[in-house]
């Protein structure tokens, strides 16, 4: 016999709306990034690394 309780059909709901909230949040935070110009100095870090790790830099 199967019981029925509410908490077994609220949790598929509630991690639902826990992934949505952290992908907008996700979202958000991305876009807050490209706003502040974050993707030049993270692409400039990353060169150096690069460069560092084969030898040139």
Do not use: F, H
Not at 2 to 21: I, N, V
């Amino acid at each position: 016999m199967e019981s029925s309780s509410p908490t077994a059909s609220a949790r598929p709901a509630a991690a639902s709306r826990l992934s949505w909230g952290l992908l907008a949040a996700g979202l958000a935070l991305m876009g807050l990034g490209v706003w502040l110009d974050e993707t030049a100095r993270i692409l400039d870090k990353a060169t150096q690394v690069c460069l560092q790790c084969i030898g040139i830099g």
